[in-house]
Structure formats: C-alpha cells, structure tokens
C-alpha cells in the first residue's frame, strides 16, 4: 500500500512524524487506497498545532478557524496543496453546514468521530515496516460490504451538516455502494435541510454525481430521497405529463424519459449530461392538444432553454456552460432529411456552434433511447453526421473566410463605415455560403457595386 502514496507526499507526512508528532492520513484517500482507487487529494491530520506545522513548513498558509494549514508543493509544472488538519472536536452547528466552535482535539479516535461516514473515518499511520489502521467505526467492514452509513447516530450527522445528505449520495453513486438504510431513512428525513447548503456546493456534488458512471442512478436517488424536489424541482414537474401518441416511439412520462436520456446519453462530459437530464424539461409548461385531442408541446425547446437558463444560474453553473446547456436545449430538436445542402449543414453547425456540434448529437442518442427507440441513430442520423465531419474540415465556413471584407467594400464604393457595409457583407455571405465557389474576389467586387444600387434604390 505504501507504494501507493506518491514519494512527495511521504516526505511531508515523515517531517511531521520526525518532530515526534503523531500524523495519520484519514478520509477519502485512505478509502480509496483500500478500494485500490486513485487517490486525488491526500489529507492528514496531526496532534500537532497549526502553529506547531508552520514552524516545520515555514511556506505553508493557515488562514481558517478549522486548523487546517497548506502546504504547497511543486509537481513537475503543477502547484499542488497538501491538507493537514489538526485533530478537533466541533461544537453546535447552528446553520446546518459550519460548527460555531473548534477545538483541537487529543486523539485520533476524537476526531474520527466527528466525520460524516463510516468508510470516510479509516486513519492510517504510515509506518517504516508496516500500515497501522485506526478504524473504531468499522469502515473497513462496510467497505467490503459495499454500504454508506453515517458515523455514530444518524440522526446527528445530517443535522449538523446538511451537505452530507446529498455528498452520501454522491460517493454512492461513484462508488456504486448502497446507503446503509437507517441513514437512507434519516437522509429521507432530513431532506428539507439542504435548503441549507450554498449552491455552489451543491453544483459541485451534482456535477461529480453527473461525472461518474452512474449518472442515472444518482438522479434516482436525488429523486427517492427528497432531494431533487430542493435542488430541480422542474424536472419532478414531469412525473406523470403522458408523451404518448399513434405512431410514435414516446411510452414514458416526461420525468422518465428525462432522466433515461440521461442515462443513454453517449457523452462522458457532465455538462452535456446535464443538458440531456433537462432537455425536455419545457414540456409540462408547453402542454397543449392538437384538433384531434393528442398531446403536443409546441415550441418546448424554447420554453425548456429559458427554463434551463433560471435552472443553472439558480445552481451557479458558469456563464460557459449556462451557454453550452442552454444551446444544447434550444437547438435539440433539429431535423435531418437526405436532401439536407452542404450550405444548410454550415448553418446548422454555426446556429449551435462549431464547438458543441459533436454534443448535441450525443444529446440525440440519449433522446432517442431514452424515448424508448431502439437504434441509437437513424440511417438518416448517420448521413448527417458524416456531412457535419465533412464540413468540420478544416473548419465550418464563416464570413471571416470571405475573399474580401468591410475594408475592400468601403475602398470599392469610395464610402466611410456605415451601416451599409454590414448589409453589402451580410448578403455576399448568404449567397457564397449556398455557392462556395462564389469566394472570389473580382466576383464579389462586382456584386458590391451591384449591392450598393440595390441597397439605395
């Protein structure tokens, strides 16, 4: 096990243990060395002060009340942070999230028990011949049992830190462990406090649940715990809103096939994932019947994009990927045909974007399948498909890629910059983009002279 733990990180732990301080590393490395997982963050916790660590590591920082101290490392041309913490107990946690007091506590066994869950309170002391496991929660047996189960009483955990309701979650769905079910009912109970938690917190856990290979199942269990109802209570709007209609593939509710979109959905990028779990969450607002009495959404693309918008600035997404997910939304019901120009599929790929044109069509994978079709891709899919790689190469044709530009046609019509130029550009571009051949300079000069007389007429 001990080759596992990079050498920088041992020299950090080894000067620590050589001023005769006791260090352990605890948390999600010493779970993830037992899983044979790789390790991201190493964390280690002493008996020695955060001033008794800055007099050992005269570069690190400490500027928190919850004697953690950092200590940067240079790896290769990364920067990495090492975490040592102090062993502490915690008073009340008057807002559900922060204790109102730390203390430094005396033993390890103190501050394991003040940790969310049983597989997260495992210390492990790294020594010369052999590892010592502190475990007094028995981590180690619901590690091999594959359960989630808070720390000492349940009832206590959540309450005092609400963000442990969906974190629980969280590392069972990338672990694909089970939730033990005393913390599963509490979890339940609970659910209301994570009102609690800030929303960039609960982006960032909703993005990891989103990230791992479960996807779908921790949205089920957003949904089965309470959850989902505080953090997209939109989607829930869809449980029970019927699809059905002669002729067409769509069993499922709209909830249903939300989240099965999410589920099939090709793409291993947790944004595109987020698009494909809210891509039709327009629809119950959208809901109308045509003259024969069968469900339509008209215009829910729109209506669901807007939706979306509120969605991800109400959870802190970035201005990027707000763009990205509301895009994807927007354009998702685009249609193919055979007889499709390459001019029409350079409009496509401008309308959604050179850099998300391979994501929405992993974003129609997922619609299809979760709508119950059984081909990922229609023969008529795949055509498209080939002729938006054709058109990527190099690149899609823009009106930076024109022969001439504002300049040549103001120098042409002896004319200052004005609102005519931008007309005379916009409409060479829409006549070279239907004809490419078209792009040459002595043509296009000899349409701005004609433009300009059109224009002015």
């Known amino acids: ?148 189960k808070a720390v000492g009483d349940a009832n206590k955990r959540f309450k005092e830190d609400a963000l442990r309701l969906i974190r629980a979650i969280r590392i069972a769905t990338e672990l694909n462990f089970k939730i033990e079910e005393n913390t599963w009912s509490k979890i339940k109970e609970d659910a209301a406090l994570i009102k609690n938690v800030s929303s960039e917190r609960i982006h960032d856990e909703l993005l990891k649940i989103l990230k791992s290979e479960n996807p779908y199942d921790g949205i089920m269990l957003l949904k089965d715990s309470g959850l989902l109802k505080y953090i997209i209570p939109e989607l829930l709007e869809g449980i029970g809103v019927s699809q059905a209609r002669p002729g067409r593939h769509h069993k499922e509710d709209v909830f249903t096939h939300n989240v099965l979109s999410l589920k099939f959905c090709p793409s291993k990028d947790p944004i595109v994932r987020f698009a494909a779990l809210v891509h039709d969450i327009g629809k119950p607002k959208s809901k109308a019947q045509d003259q024969e009495g069968l469900v339509i959404f008209h215009n829910h693309e729109v209506i669901g994009a807007k939706i979306a918008g509120k969605i991800c600035e109400r959870l802190k997404f970035s201005r990027k990927d707000t763009e990205k997910i509301v895009n994807l939304i927007r354009w998702h019901m685009f249609s193919v045909n ?56 190099p690149a899609p044709f823009s009106i930076n890629d024109m022969a001439i530009d504002g300049n040549d046609i103001m120098k042409e019509l002896n004319i200052k910059p004005g609102p005519i130029v931008g007309k005379i550009l916009d409409k060479l571009f829409e006549e070279v983009d239907e004809d490419l051949s078209k792009n040459n300079k002595e043509y296009l000069l000899k349409r701005v002279k004609e433009l300009k007389v059109e224009f002015t007429a």
């Not at 001990?2 to 950090?12: M, N």
């Not at 081909?375 to 080939?386: D, G, H, I, N, V």
């Open 338 to 393: 055979e007889n499709q120009t390459d001019a029409a599929v350079r409009r496509f790929i401008r309308r959604v974007g050179v850099d998300n044109v391979r994501d929405i069509m992993d974003l129609r994978v997922g619609d299809r399948l979760g709508g119950g079709t059984q081909t990922a891709e229609s023969w008529r899919l795949k055509l498209f498909k080939e002729k938006i790689e054709e058109q990527l190469k």
């Open 1 to 148: 096990m001990q080759k596992q733990i990079p050498e920088r990180i041992l020299e950090v732990y080894k000067k620590i243990e050589k001023e005769g301080y006791e260090i352990y590393f605890v948390g999600g490395c010493v779970r993830n060395l037992l899983l044979k997982k790789p390790v991201k963050d190493w964390d280690i916790t002493t008996n020695a002060t955060p001033e008794d660590i800055l007099k050992i590591f005269p570069n690190g920082f400490y500027d928190n009340k919850f004697g953690t101290v950092g200590i940067p490392l240079q790896r290769k041309e990364e920067k990495e942070v090492v975490e040592i913490t102090t062993y502490r107990t915690e008073g009340e946690y008057k807002d559900k999230r922060h204790p109102e007091t730390v203390s430094w506590g005396k033993t390890v066994e103190e501050d394991l028990s003040r940790r969310d869950f049983t597989i997260n309170a495992i210390a492990l002391r790294a020594a010369p011949e052999e590892f010592n496991l502190i475990d007094p929660f028995e981590g180690q047996k619901d590690i091999h049992n594959k359960i989630i």
